[in-house]
Structures are given as C-alpha cells and as structure tokens.
C-alpha cells in the first residue's frame, strides 16, 4: 500500500492509524486532503434571499444548505452582513437532519448548545426547532464569545440566551430537551482545510481532547432532561473521540444511543460498537469535510429538574414595556404572538432586551445570564414620569431582528452604497424626513442611519465595520 509523500506534511502515526481504519481507500483519502475544500452555506430560514442561489446544489442532509460553485469574497456580499445566510461547513449540517428526525415539531422546548462559538450550530437549531422553543446559546471562551454574539445578532431569531460559562457552573440541571454538544476535538477532519491542524496533531492531544470532551459531556448529562436528547458532534476521525464517547455515555450515565434513518446514498459511514452508534462522514465519500455525530437519550425515568431559589438577574430587572415605556418603545417593536411572548429587561445601562418565546421564562432569572435575548436599544432621559424627556436609541441588534417592526422607515441601498454603509462611510441617498432609518439591501436590514440636520449619519457599529479591501 502506498503511502503519502512528505508534501502531504501529515504525521506518519495519523498516516497509519487511517491506513488500517480505511485500508485501501486511503490512498483516495489522503490524495482529497490535498484537493480543494467544498463552499458551503446554511440559509436563514426567516431571511431567504430569494434568487440568490437558486443554482446552488442543495447540502443533502440539510434542506437549508447550499453548495456554492466557488469561494466568493462574503465579506463583500451585504447579504452575508444582513445575516441571509452563514458560511457552514457541510458535514457539520447534518445536526439538522439530527434535530429534525428527534423533534415532535409541535411542542415548544429547552435548547442548549454547550460550546456554540462561532455559532453555526446554534443557527442550525434555531432554524429547526419548534415555534416558541428557547435556545441558550453557550461559549466558555471570551473572545470567541464575541464572535458567537455577532453571528446570532445577525440571525435575528429573539429566542436566544446568551451566557458565557464553563458548563461545570450552568445551574439548570435535569432542565433542556435537546443539547448540542459539538466539542472541541483534535481537528483530524480539518486538516484539508487546515494545514496548521496537521502540525498539531500527536496522539498526546487525541486524548488530552478525549478527557476534556468527558468532563464536558459529563456536565451535559447532567444538564439534561428526562427522556431528551444529547447530539455530540467532532470535526475528527479518532474513535477515542468518537464512537468510544458514545460507549462511555452508556456505561457511565445509561444515556441510550438513538438510530437515525440516514440514505444510502449520502455516503456517511454508520459507525458501532456495542450496542452504541455513530455517524461518521469521510471527505473522499461526501462532498463535505470529516465529521462524527451520534445521538443519545436520557431514560425517561431520570431525575428531572428542580427550581432552586430565584437569584435575580445580574444587571437586569424585568420590565412591562406597554406601561413603562409605552411611547418610547413600542412602535419600534413587531408584537407577534406566533412565536411566544415577550418578556423584556432593563440593564443598569438603561439597555433593554427582549426575549421571545412560549417557555416559562422564571428558570432565566439568574445571575449567570449574560445576554437575556436581543438588545432593542437604549433608553436616556428623565425617570419621572418615564416618558417625559426620553429618547431611544436602537442597537445594531434590533435592526438586524425578526422584532423590528415592519412599519419602521427605511432606506434601499444599491450595491456600492451598501459596501460603503458596511465600511462605515457617508451614504449619499435621499433620506426624506428627520429622524432614524433602516438600511436595507434588497430588502433586508444592515443597520441604522439617521437623518439630523447635519446629515445622514450612519450608525454602524465600528467593530462589525469592512476593513479588508476588495480585489477588481
């Protein structure tokens, strides 16, 4: 059997591990780690861009996904800023064929995604789960919190927790139907996409990430409720990290590996042992990278969860905009009970948030709650009586949310005037009256500008501004 030449820079141990896992079709696996990469993208449901990619292949097991033909430059593309769409990796899209074989789509549910940076998979769910459900979207890292808190803000779904915890300090125990676990791993099925990932590789890391993933799906079991489901994902092939987690689920917790109904000719590997299941995706068989996802369940006669004392939300107190803020806020608002309820909440930064949906809200008020929904703007002025002498300001946020409401004025923008909006430039257009405006590209929103006396202003927040320079 040959083996990869030295340009292939992949550990000779890696070499020999996927050897004797694929046998003669190493050579075609390796030879696909030297190929191009897919371009793939997940649709937003709520924000389909009509035409855009009518002649884009669809992802197979994923009805939201997209194959693109090539790589364009998204930074340049407003749709992309307008949250339309997010640039995804097509293996990791088979969690919606997961969620969506598991959910009854009827009922309303509890969602954690334990390690959501940068977001993808949280955007999955939220284009999936049931009306009214609530997602608490988790990332433990900071600065990765950032960009979690970016990509969701241009989703726009208002059902979102942000909360930025190790899960060891997540309170919520025996409380979610459905948590996402998709863990930090060795890398292994990046290493086409990722040349430093090939420099990092060594047995040492495949089980240092082996023990983390345990603590971690340890918490996860623990967060879980009665009868719900646990989706563990990697972007690896090492069984320690894969079909050996599943197993040890098993043995440890009694979690139950579930089957799912996956064609033939999708070309994923079923993976076994025992009686625990997995699914494992091969870049030279899917048009896609390596990926490994397996389900479980929490026997439906485990411990469910149970209410501790209510610790205030930290910085936030509830707040009833219809009385409080009647004139303030509620023209900027869409007052939709499709999906839920509305609860808000004022920061000690006079910022409110809104959260949306059909779930017993009282779990959420807690002092570990970083974010309880979207961020609708922020509120200065006189405090007695409320209404005299306030103004709002609206965030980013609020433009970019399924909340706005559809009688806010608003401004289109052509192609060069909306590249020049996302750079945080002046926008020369008629603006008609004084006072705040949505920008819009092909109907959808980028942010805010507002007319004064001394022009248009554009409101872009600076850190989410376009720095890079566009190649003619």
Request: proline fraction near 7%; include cysteine; hydrophobic fraction near 35%.
């Amino acid at each position: 059997m040959s083996r990869p030449q030295p340009h292939h820079q992949v550990d000779e141990r890696f070499v020999q591990r996927m050897q004797e896992r694929l046998g003669p079709e190493s050579d075609s696996f390796f030879s696909t780690l030297e190929s191009e990469s897919p371009t793939s993208i997940l649709i937003n449901p709520a924000k389909a861009p009509g035409d855009a990619f009518e002649n884009a292949d669809p992802v197979p097991w994923c009805k939201a996904g997209r194959y693109l033909g090539k790589r364009p430059e998204f930074v340049f593309d407003p749709l992309f800023h307008a949250g339309c769409y997010y640039v995804m990796e097509a293996s990791s899209m088979f969690i919606h064929h997961a969620i969506s074989s598991l959910l009854q789509k009827e009922k309303p549910i509890c969602v954690l995604d334990l390690c959501a940076a940068p977001g993808g998979k949280s955007a999955v769910a939220l284009s999936c789960i049931p009306p009214g459900s609530v997602l608490v979207s988790n990332e433990v890292n900071k600065s990765r919190f950032q960009t979690l808190q970016f990509n969701i803000d241009k989703w726009g779904e208002p059902n979102v927790i942000r909360t930025c915890l190790d899960p060891g300090r997540i309170p919520w125990t025996g409380l979610f139907d459905l948590i996402l676990v998709d863990a930090p791993c060795s890398g292994e099925g990046l290493f086409r996409k990722d040349k430093e990932a090939r420099a990092e590789w060594s047995p040492a890391n495949v089980t240092h990430c082996s023990a983390r993933q345990r603590r971690i799906l340890m918490e996860a079991q623990r967060l879980l409720a009665p009868g719900g489901y646990l989706i563990y994902s990697t972007c690896t092939y090492a069984e320690e990290e894969n079909i050996q987690q599943v197993l040890w689920m098993a043995k440890e917790f009694s979690l139950i590996a579930k089957p799912l109904l996956v064609p033939d000719e999708w070309k994923v590997t079923t993976m076994t042992n025992g009686n625990s299941i997995g699914y494992q995706f091969y870049p030279h068989r899917v048009y896609g990278e390596g990926f490994f996802c397996a389900i479980m369940q929490k026997p439906a006669d485990s411990p469910g969860y149970v209410a501790t004392s209510n610790r205030s939300l930290r910085g936030y107190k509830p707040i009833v905009v219809e009385t409080t803020f009647p004139k303030a806020l509620t023209n900027w608002i869409k007052w939709d009970d499709s999906k839920g309820s509305l609860r808000f909440f004022e920061s000690i930064d006079k910022e409110v948030y809104a959260l949306q949906s059909s779930i017993d809200h009282d779990w959420l008020s807690h002092g570990l709650v970083r974010y309880p929904g979207v961020e609708i703007g922020n509120i200065k002025g006189a405090s007695v009586p409320r209404e005299i002498g306030l103004t709002f300001s609206p965030s980013h946020a609020l433009a970019l949310s399924q909340l706005l409401s559809d009688e806010m004025p608003s401004i289109e923008l052509e192609l060069e005037q909306a590249i020049r909006f996302l750079r945080k430039e002046s926008v020369s257009t008629e603006s008609g009256s004084p006072g705040w405006k949505v920008a819009r590209y092909k109907g959808f929103a980028l942010g805010w500008l507002k007319q004064t006396q001394a022009g248009l202003k554009n409101y872009l927040p600076t850190k989410y501004r376009i720095i890079k320079q566009q190649v003619k």
